[in-house]
């Protein structure tokens, strides 16, 4: 027998069960709701992103089920060869006039999209990609898979970025890349400053809205209604994943930006387009963020009511200023202790280690919806209360 090619696998998972960064697989057997069944217990969940309840909304459910009964299961074929349904130029065109921009284009997931937005714009050496350091993974994939040399600031310097952009001068182009609400502390990129240094210097801003849309600004347009900067955003990034509830991501910007990326973004080109029921969801979805805005309202109460009650039990919950509330516990095997010793209480918070937040950091993450009650809120904080202070996280 030959020896076996893929032994060293078994190396690499022995490493990462000695760092304590071995975790298996949670699995959800109900839908994706503020209580839900995980592992076989059925707990308050505050761990997805599902902002306004939109997963089992029926609405969109509806529209999924129609879509999928006149169009069938599947596009089956990228958009550029006959994957372009009409119903992703409708979710096109409603997303253009939800951002208030004059063009938009889907992608397959937001990571996909980052990668793609990156890639295609920065093509030479002489081109200069400027990126905060919590910037999303898939921002850091894209820059690496971008021609141009990338440059850090230190996380929402303005100072640094400033830098940056003096010492970058005689760049072809210039790309600042910010995360709108970054997504593992809840905190808000300073984007007037950013726009007014990109302004200054002729470079261009994306924002990166994954966790803005549904949340940040009017009727949840994202950060740059939220900062009352219509116009001076080049390049808008959402995803379709998080609170619209289903699965994509979308850039909005200029009618010339959509027509380059349709011929440039190699995952537009060589990728296929998502299910018609996917589409189908997201046009309702977007429907019910100019129809219900009172579920955002909703999801900020919860959100501020659930925040002040940790504060006041006395935990660390970092620079948060969005429904994205971090319970900070130190170390990575000390964070894992209180997610697990939460669900053994009836509540679900993941938590997050190194290397994805810094060293010392640890934390579970908590993510208020607005479809938990009152009642489960009170639930979740009675929960982290006992084992905060059974941890020695609070007094
Ligand atoms: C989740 C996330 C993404 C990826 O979006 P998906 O649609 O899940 O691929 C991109 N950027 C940020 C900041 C995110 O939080």
Redesign the pocket.
């Given at each position: 027998m030959p020896a076996d090619p893929l032994a060293f696998l078994a190396d690499e998972i022995a490493e990462l069960k000695a760092k304590s960064l071995y975790r298996p697989l949670k699995v959800l057997q109900s839908e994706q709701k503020a209580t839900s069944q995980i592992d076989g217990k059925q707990v308050v969940n505050l761990s997805s992103n599902n902002y306004l309840g939109l997963t089992t909304h029926p609405r969109l459910i509806e529209a999924a089920c129609a879509a999928t009964r006149r169009y069938g299961v599947g596009s089956a074929a990228v958009r550029t060869i006959i994957g372009t349904m009409a119903l992703h130029e409708e979710l096109e065109a409603k997303l253009a006039r939800f951002k208030h921009t004059e063009a938009a284009l889907v992608f397959q997931?937001?990571?996909t999209t980052?990668v793609a937005v990156c890639q295609s714009l920065m093509t030479a050496e002489s081109d200069l990609l400027i990126s905060d350091e919590l910037n999303?993974a898939?921002i850091i994939d894209g820059a690496r898979l971008a021609k141009a040399p990338r440059k850090i600031y230190a996380h929402k310097d303005m100072a640094g970025l400033h830098k940056i952009l003096e010492e970058g001068k005689g760049a072809r182009r210039i790309l600042i890349v910010t995360?709108g609400v970054f997504?593992m502390d809840g905190d808000i990129a300073p984007l007037p400053d950013i726009v007014e240094l990109a302004e200054k210097y002729g470079a261009m801003v994306m924002v990166?809205d994954?966790?803005a849309s549904g949340v940040l600004g009017a009727n949840g347009r994202g950060s740059v209604s939220h900062w009352k900067l219509d116009g001076r955003v080049a390049i808008q990034i959402g995803?379709?994943?998080?609170a619209i509830g289903s699965?994509?991501?979308y850039v909005a910007g200029t009618q010339l930006l959509r027509d380059y990326l349709i011929h440039k973004a190699r995952p537009f080109l060589f990728s296929s387009s998502c299910p018609p029921s996917v589409a189908a969801t997201c046009i309702a979805a977007l429907d019910v963020l100019l129809e219900e805005p009172q579920l955002i309202e909703l999801m900020w109460e919860n959100a501020r009511y659930f925040k002040a009650g940790l504060v006041r039990l006395g935990f660390d919950t970092g620079a948060s200023e969005t429904p994205i509330t971090p319970v900070i516990a130190g170390d990575t095997a000390r964070a894992m202790r209180l997610s697990d010793r939460l669900y053994q209480e009836g509540v679900f918070a993941q938590a997050i280690g190194f290397p994805t937040v810094a060293e010392g950091k640890a934390r579970v993450r908590t993510i208020v919806s607005a479809a938990h009650s009152r009642a489960e809120l009170d639930f979740a904080l009675l929960a982290f209360a006992k084992v905060g202070r059974e941890l020695e996280l609070i007094r």
């Open positions: 997931s937001g990571f980052n999303h898939s995360d997504s990166d994954a966790h995803t379709l994943s998080k699965v994509g991501g």
